[in-house]
């Protein structure tokens, strides 16, 4: 072989979206150093989430792997903030962890596009003619014309166990010892980061009785429209922690890494170790864990909110204080992970490298966390880089468009300088920019890329039309002097009840009939919400120097700190800093006019 379009190194989330995306119109290799290991689930064992459903429908609709796999291997399904509005509403998928990376693997390793080649890399080199080589640790020389770094957590990984590390990038399996090499080389700041797992912890060793049980939905839903056959096959439960479970970690802080000042990487503030939560948190008594099967054919369950880097000895002492693990037996123990990352304003806005043209990175080495980040921005640098190797012209996906653009637009412009999470609260347009509508939006999109075909594409489009056929039904037709799109926007009527008074609608799916209801019934939120959009894109010069931003109650703890620090002299460049978001952008407006906010700053710019 004289080569291949694009070289994909690293087989997590990030790599499998990247190579499935890159094999649909270009020649990949997928360099990994073990296959039994691609698609692993090394943290929890679920797809979804509040933020981060939204991203894996957008994928889904974008031509992604992730949605498929989790409704092939679901064991438990539930739509979270189902009480709530259609903009925070979330799927989140519980999934067999064997069966996902076992399904992963055979849709990898047959596709007829994609070369499996098994080794580590150890250097990038140009190769003259405007591609690259990915040198590997025996010497080969692997030709392509684009290479996408999907290294995970893996670069230089060290794994802690108490004041004990050892190098890993995660559990059981050895680090990337050279690849921090050539992005440093090349100008590439290297930030060091830190993440962990909980323990998991042997089912027949858990009182099951005393845990709350949590019950799957009744009519399971799925990312790709229905999940597979077990998607109700399993509960999952709550327990929480004691005053003893404080009181131990508390005594033994000087046995943790991160307080003895061992790890130097930054954690994610969103999801804390326990023994942070119970130092930052001191006056909380209690700590909310869920426990969650790592499948239905495992021995074991994961204990999510439970992240620990503390020694195995205490984590045994800690875990038998919770209720309903008295008799616990960890089966494998938590740690923490520390790796390199990129800065990630050192990328484009399709992930590549503004140092090295034609490398692109994706996933956590760009500072996230989390498979569904990684997923996003893998299907983002695959597109690109077989774009790229095949000289298509390049095209971007902005901050407009959805969850994946304002992942990106955070990553290129704000950076990180924690691990970066996805949330509903980070997307100012988040009611139009919903899980529900996300193939409508990103179809299209899909199509253009070459990543979605005609086929699909004519079957969402058609959904649509039905969709607005249904909402033409309604308002052409009167009962009692009212339209039917009247009757159902009152708060307590559904589209059942409205039928029920004698409205005729045509022929649509459940899918088709939950959209009619949403944009019904949330069409004067939806206006509101593109007007507000409008409102603050005309408000963005407004000038907040002199500003105690300490003394802005709305504001969230960590915009508070972060304005402090940063001191920006405008909205804007206040919308560019990392942890600043549109709730805390809102409360700026509103303390502005409440104070009577000043003129534009003069000559302010919109760069940062």
């Known amino acids: 072989m004289n080569g291949w379009n694009v070289i994909v190194i690293g087989g997590g989330h990030a790599g499998l979206e990247a190579?499935?995306?890159?094999?649909?119109?270009?020649?990949?290799?997928?360099?990994?150093?073990?296959?039994?290991?691609?698609?692993?689930?090394?943290?929890?064992?679920?797809?979804?989430g509040p933020g981060?459903?939204?991203?894996?429908?957008?994928?889904?609709?974008?031509?992604?792997l992730m949605g498929r796999l989790a409704d092939e291997t679901a064991i438990h399904t539930r739509m979270?903030?189902?009480?709530?509005?259609?903009?925070?509403?979330?799927?989140?998928?519980?999934?067999?962890?064997?069966?996902?990376?076992?399904?992963?693997?055979d849709v990898?390793?047959?596709?007829?596009?994609?070369?499996?080649?098994?080794?580590?890399?150890?250097?990038?080199?140009?190769?003259?003619?405007?591609?690259?080589?990915?040198?590997?640790?025996?010497?080969?020389?692997?030709?392509?014309?684009?290479?996408?770094?999907?290294?995970?957590?893996?670069?230089?990984?060290?794994?802690?166990?108490?004041r004990q590390s050892r190098a890993e990038g995660r559990q059981g399996e050895p680090p990337s010892r050279f690849l921090s090499a050539p992005l440093a080389?090349?100008?590439?700041?290297?930030?060091?980061?830190?993440?962990?797992?909980?323990?998991?912890?042997?089912?027949?060793?858990?009182?099951?009785?005393?845990?709350?049980?949590?019950?799957?939905d009744p009519a399971p839903r799925g990312f790709t429209g229905t999940p597979g056959p077990r998607a109700a096959t399993s509960p999952t439960w709550q327990t929480?922690?004691?005053?003893?479970?404080?009181?131990?970690?508390?005594?033994?802080?000087?046995?943790?890494?991160?307080?003895?000042?061992?790890?130097?990487?930054?954690?994610?503030?969103?999801?804390?170790?326990i023994e942070d939560k119970v130092v930052r948190f001191a006056h909380h008594d209690r700590h909310l864990l869920f426990v969650e099967p790592d499948g239905v054919e495992t021995s074991e369950v994961y204990l999510q909110g439970f992240s620990s880097s503390l020694p195995p000895h205490l984590q045994d002492q800690l875990v038998r204080t919770l209720p309903g693990f008295e008799q616990a037996v960890i089966q494998r123990y938590a740690y923490a992970v520390e790796y390199d990352v990129v800065d990630s304003t050192e990328l484009t806005l399709n992930l590549e490298s503004k140092l090295l043209p034609g490398v692109f990175t994706a996933g956590q080495i760009n500072g996230t966390s989390g498979y569904e980040e990684a997923a996003a921005q893998g299907l983002i640098a695959g597109t690109a880089a077989a774009?790229?190797?095949?000289?298509?012209?390049?095209?971007?996906?902005?901050?407009?468009?959805g969850y994946i653009g304002v992942l990106l637009d955070e990553l290129v412009f704000k950076g990180s300088s924690e691990p970066y999470r996805m949330m509903t609260s980070r997307v100012e347009h988040r009611l139009l920019v919903r899980q529900d509508n996300a193939d409508e939006r990103m179809?299209?999109?899909?199509?253009?890329?070459?990543?979605?075909?005609?086929?699909?594409?004519?079957?969402?489009?058609?959904?649509?039309?039905?969709?607005?056929?249904?909402?033409?039904?309604?308002?052409?037709?009167?009962?009692q002097g009212q339209t039917g799109d009247a009757w159902l926007r009152r708060p307590e009527f559904s589209l059942p009840d409205v039928e029920a008074m004698g409205f005729v609608l045509p022929a649509m799916a459940p899918a088709e009939r939950e959209a009619v209801e949403i944009r019904v019934k949330y069409a004067g939120y939806i206006r509101r919400a593109e007007q507000q959009l409008k409102s603050e894109d005309r408000a963005r010069e407004l000038s907040l120097e002199g500003l105690d931003f300490s003394s802005i109650p709305s504001l969230s703890n960590e915009a508070r700190e972060k304005l402090t620090q940063a001191q920006p002299r405008t909205v804007d460049q206040a919308s560019r800093i990392s942890g600043v978001r549109h709730a805390d952008l809102s409360a700026l407006l509103v303390f502005l006019r409440q104070r009577g906010a000043p003129g534009r700053t003069e000559g302010a710019s919109r760069e940062t």
Request: charged share 20%; with cysteine.
């Open 80 to 105: 979270l903030n189902a009480s709530k509005g259609p903009a925070v509403q979330s799927l989140r998928v519980q999934n067999e962890r064997d069966a996902y990376a076992e399904r992963a693997q």
């Open 443 to 479: 179809t299209p999109l899909g199509h253009a890329l070459g990543l979605v075909d005609a086929t699909e594409l004519r079957r969402v489009q058609a959904k649509y039309a039905r969709v607005q056929a249904g909402m033409n039904a309604l308002s052409a037709q009167r009962i």
């Open 387 to 401: 774009r790229r190797a095949l000289n298509e012209p390049e095209q971007m996906i902005g901050r407009e468009t």
């Open 240 to 273: 929480h922690t004691t005053p003893d479970t404080h009181r131990l970690i508390q005594e033994n802080l000087h046995e943790s890494p991160m307080f003895a000042g061992d790890i130097e990487g930054l954690g994610p503030r969103y999801c804390p170790s």
């Open 52 to 64: 981060k459903s939204q991203l894996v429908f957008e994928l889904q609709a974008l031509g992604g």
């Open 185 to 216: 080389r090349a100008g590439h700041v290297l930030k060091r980061y830190k993440t962990g797992t909980p323990p998991r912890v042997r089912a027949d060793a858990v009182n099951f009785a005393a845990l709350l049980e949590i019950p799957a």
């Open 108 to 162: 990898i390793f047959e596709h007829p596009n994609i070369d499996i080649l098994r080794g580590e890399a150890a250097d990038l080199e140009e190769d003259g003619l405007g591609g690259w080589r990915v040198v590997t640790t025996d010497g080969r020389r692997l030709p392509a014309r684009s290479v996408v770094v999907a290294a995970g957590t893996f670069m230089r990984g060290v794994t802690w166990y108490g």
């Open 19 to 48: 190579a499935w995306a890159a094999a649909k119109f270009a020649r990949v290799a997928l360099l990994i150093s073990n296959p039994a290991t691609v698609g692993r689930m090394p943290c929890n064992p679920a797809v979804g």
